[in-house]
């Protein structure tokens, strides 16, 4: 906790990290996404097909669930593991990665110390 004034704060390790819920990549939302604003089908964070998630006929069956953004991912292995996971999941490296470049470039010290 931290305290502000004389209010208590709750502090989480914890990075927003922007993810697109149409094609479930990480960078921009769907308001700002290329694919929607040309027309392509939904990705299924889900499955990976092109469908919207919430109508995915594979939600409930993990071993049908494979991960969007490994598929799409230039790093060794990402694919090959895509199938460990779905794109929702915390467990995905690419998320892991874009978060552990986030808290790299991130100042954890206060420059208010006394």
Not at 6 to 14: A, E, M, Q
Not at 71 to 95: F, I, M, Q, R, Y
Request: charge should be positive; hydrophobic fraction near 25%; proline fraction near 2%.
């Amino acid at each position: 906790s931290i305290y502000l004034g004389s209010r208590r704060h709750n502090v989480f390790d914890r990075f927003h990290v922007k993810q697109c819920y149409h094609c479930q990549m990480i960078g921009h939302t769907s308001a700002d996404c290329k694919e929607a604003k040309n027309g392509k089908l939904a990705t299924c964070m889900y499955c990976s097909c092109n469908h919207r998630s919430s109508t995915c006929p594979n939600k409930k069956k993990r071993d049908l669930h494979q991960c969007a953004r490994c598929l799409a991912s230039k790093h060794l292995n990402d694919a090959e593991n895509s199938k460990t996971h779905n794109t929702g999941s915390l467990e995905c490296p690419v998320l892991i990665r874009e978060n552990d470049r986030i808290a790299e470039h991130t100042e954890f010290q206060s420059k208010n110390v006394m």
